[in-house]
C-alpha cells in the first residue's frame, strides 16, 4: 500500500500523477488519460487504500511542459558528472537506486518526446512518459525548491536527436554509449541489462538488420557479463525478444481456405493423457481443498514424464515435465514424492516458488522453461501465481492471456485450482469452479476431482484412505474421457501410495451414482444427517435415494431422542438420523 508520510501534497497538487506497483503501471490501468487531465480527489482516496499500488507517478510532457533528466547510477557506482555539471540548479530528487531525478520546466510552445538513452545511464523523460515521485535531496549541490527552465543546450540537444531516424543506422552502439570500456556486468545484473539493451536496440534497427546485432551482443556478453551468459541462453533470449517486438510491429490478418483446411492432418494423439489432458493447450484440475488433487497430479506427472499408462490404463505421451510448486512445504514435496514416485526421473523436474507475480516474473519464467525444454509445465495452485482479483473477468483475462504465452509455443499447461465451497442447491460441474467465467473459458480440458474417505482392502489388509472420483466437464477434443474413479491410500509401514484404477461408471444413472457415494460414506459405521451426505447433490435428490436405500433395506434411519446433541448440535423430533443396516 502507498505510504502516504513519503508524499508532499502540496508539491503533487501542481502535478498530473497516477498510481504504481514498484515502478510499473498494474497491468490493464489505463494511465494515459491523466496526460491531459489529472485525477479526482476520488480516484486519488481510493488509490492510497488499493493494496495493489505502492508507489506514485508523476506525468510529464506537454500538459505542465516539464522533463525530468534521470541520472542512472552507472555499473562501477558512478554517474555522469559531465551532464550533471552541465545542468543548472533546480529541483532534484534521488530515486532509491542512487541516481538523480533533475526536473525542468520547457516552453509551452515546444513539445519533446522522451529519449531514453540520451547518453549512457542518462535518460530525458519528456511527452508521454512518467518518473517515479521520490522525495526532495536538499543535501544535492544543485538543489533549490523552484523548477528552473531547462538550459538551451539541453533543448536543442533534444531538438536534434527527434529530427535523426535511427531505424536504419547501424551506429547505434556508439552512438548511446550501450557499451562502456571500463565497466562490468556481475552475475545478479546480467540479464535484466543484457534483455534492456537488446530491447532498446531493437526499437531503433531495422528489422531487416537485427541478425546484425547478434555479434555485437556476444561481444558484449563475453567482454562484460562475469562470468558470461551462456551462448545458447544469451541467443534464446534475442530469439523471444526479435519476435515479440517483430509481432508487436507487424500484426497481420491471414486467412485459409477450405481446401488448405482440408490439405492439414490432425494430431494422431491430441492428448499428453488421453481424454484428459490436451496437448498444446491450457488444462485445469479443480476441487475443494483436502480432496487429493496435489496427490493425483503427482501420479499423472510421473506417468507422462515416463511415458508409462496412467494406473496402468490410460494411455499418456512421454514428456519432459515440470512441476511448479507454490503451495506444499518442502518437506510436504519430499514426503508425498517419495511415496508416489519410485525411481529418479531426469525427464521431471521441480520448482518451488513462495513469491511469484504472473505479470512481474513470468518473462524470467518463460525463459527458464524455454531454455531447459520443458513441454508440460504445471502450476499448483493458479491462485498463487497472479495478484490479480479472481472474480474479475478482464483480470482474469490478462492472467490467461500469459498463460497462453506457453500454449503458443507448443507448451502444455494443467493448473491445479479450487472448487468454491459448494451451497445445499449447487450442482457439482463446471459452475463450481472458483472464479470469473474467463478462467473456464480459456481451458481446452477442465477436470473436476471429487473423493470420500474410504476402508481400502488391499493384498489381505485394510487401509485408511480415499475414493477418488474424475470428470470432465470439459473437452474442446472429439475424444472424450468417460468418468472413473479410483482408490488410493497411503501405507504407513512402506511408506508408499497405492493407486487403484476402478472401473468408470458411465453406466450408472445420476440417482445410482448418489445412492453409491451415500453407501460408500456410511460404511464407516457412523450415524449422519441429511446435510452430511448431501456432499455436492441437491437436497432433494439425497432424500430421494435415501428413500430409495430405506426401502431395499440397505441402510435404516431413526429420530432423535428429546434434548438429544448430535454433532454438538440439538435437532428437533423430525429430523432423521441415518445409518447402515
Not at 129 to 146: A, G, I, L, R
Not at 181 to 189: A, C
Request: net charge neutral; with cysteine; charged share 30%.
Amino acid at each position: 500500500m502507498i505510504d502516504k508520510t513519503k508524499l508532499d501534497w502540496n508539491e503533487l497538487k501542481n502535478y498530473s500523477i497516477f498510481p504504481l506497483a514498484d515502478k510499473y503501471p498494474v497491468s490493464g490501468f489505463k494511465w494515459q488519460k491523466y496526460q491531459t487531465q489529472p485525477p479526482t480527489k476520488e480516484e486519488i482516496d481510493n488509490w492510497l487504500e488499493d493494496e495493489r499500488f505502492d508507489n506514485i507517478a508523476v506525468v510529464l510532457g506537454d500538459y505542465i511542459h516539464t522533463l525530468v533528466v534521470d541520472l542512472d547510477i552507472r555499473e562501477d557506482g558512478r554517474y555522469d558528472k559531465i551532464i550533471e555539471d552541465k545542468l543548472p540548479n533546480t529541483l532534484i530528487k534521488k530515486s532509491k537506486n542512487g541516481g538523480y531525478h533533475f526536473y525542468y520546466k520547457y516552453p509551452s510552445n515546444l513539445s519533446f518526446p522522451q529519449k531514453i538513452g540520451f547518453d549512457y545511464k542518462v535518460d530525458v523523460k519528456a511527452s508521454g512518459s512518467y518518473v517515479v515521485y521520490y522525495k526532495n535531496d536538499t543535501t544535492h549541490p544543485k538543489f533549490q525548491n523552484e523548477v528552473a527552465q531547462a538550459p538551451q543546450w539541453l533543448l536543442d540537444e533534444l531538438k536534434n536527436k527527434s529530427k535523426k531516424n535511427t531505424k536504419n543506422t547501424m551506429n547505434t552502439m556508439s552512438e548511446e554509449k550501450i557499451i562502456p570500456v571500463n565497466d562490468y556486468i556481475n552475475k545478479g545484473e546480467r540479464n535484466s541489462i543484457i534483455i534492456s539493451k537488446i530491447g532498446k536496440l531493437l526499437i531503433k534497427t531495422n528489422p531487416d538488420l537485427w541478425e546484425n546485432l547478434w555479434d555485437v551482443f556476444v561481444d558484449y556478453n563475453n567482454t562484460l557479463c562475469n562470468p558470461p551468459i551462456e551462448e545458447k541462453e544469451l541467443r534464446i533470449t534475442f530469439d523471444c525478444l526479435c519476435n515479440a517486438e517483430r509481432e508487436k510491429n507487424t500484426l497481420t490478418f491471414t486467412t485459409m481456405s477450405t481446401q488448405e483446411i482440408l490439405n492439414k492432418t490432425e494430431k494422431n494423439n491430441p492428448f499428453l493423457l488421453y481424454g484428459m489432458i490436451v496437448d498444446g493447450a491450457l488444462n485445469i484440475l479443480t476441487s475443494e481443498s483436502g480432496k487429493g488433487k496435489s496427490v493425483d497430479m503427482l501420479k499423472m506427472v510421473d506417468s507422462i514424464s515416463t511415458g508409462n499408462d496412467f494406473l496402468g490404463v490410460l494411455k499418456t505421451k512421454k514428456t519432459k515435465t515440470l512441476v511448479i510448486d507454490l503451495e506444499m512445504s518442502e518437506n510436504d514435496l519430499i514426503q508425498r514424492t517419495h511415496s508416489i514416485i519410485q525411481k529418479a526421473n531426469e525427464n521431471l523436474r521441480f520448482l518451488r516458488l513462495r513469491k511469484f507475480d504472473i505479470e512481474k516474473d513470468f518473462d524470467s519464467l518463460k525463459k527458464t522453461i524455454l531454455t531447459e525444454n520443458y513441454k508440460f509445465v504445471v502450476f499448483d495452485t493458479f491462485s498463487h501465481i497472479h495478484r490479480r482479483r479472481e472474480n474479475d473477468n478482464d483480470d482474469m483475462t490478462r492472467v490467461m492471456e500469459k498463460l497462453e504465452d506457453l500454449t503458443e509455443l507448443g507448451i502444455t499447461v494443467l493448473l491445479l485450482h479450487h472448487n468454491r465451497k459448494p451451497g445445499i442447491k449447487d450442482r457439482y460441474d463446471s459452475s463450481s469452479l472458483r472464479g470469473a467465467v474467463a478462467i473456464l473459458g480459456a481451458q481446452a480440458s477442465c477436470l473436476m476431482l471429487d473423493s470420500t474417505e474410504k476402508l481400502i482392502e488391499y493384498e489381505g489388509k485394510q487401509h485408511k484412505g480415499l475414493n477418488i472420483s474424475i470428470k470432465q466437464e470439459k473437452n474442446r477434443q472429439v475424444q472424450k474421457m468417460e468418468p472413473f474413479t479410483m482408490d488410493c491410500f497411503y501405507d504407513e509401514e512402506t511408506k508408499k501410495t497405492t493407486f487403484i484404477y476402478i472401473k468408470g461408471d458411465k453406466n450408472m444413472s445420476m440417482a445410482e451414482k448418489i445412492e453409491q457415494n451415500i453407501i460408500d460414506k456410511m460404511e464407516k459405521g457412523k450415524e449422519y444427517f441429511v446435510e452430511d451426505l448431501m456432499g455436492n447433490n441437491q437436497k432433494n435428490s439425497t432424500t430421494n435415494a435415501l428413500k430409495k436405500l430405506i426401502a431395499n433395506k440397505k441402510i435404516n434411519f431413526r429420530t432423535p431422542s428429546k434434548g438429544e446433541k448430535f454433532g454438538g448440535k440439538s435437532k428437533n423430533a423430525r429430523t432423521h438420523i441415518y445409518f447402515l443396516n
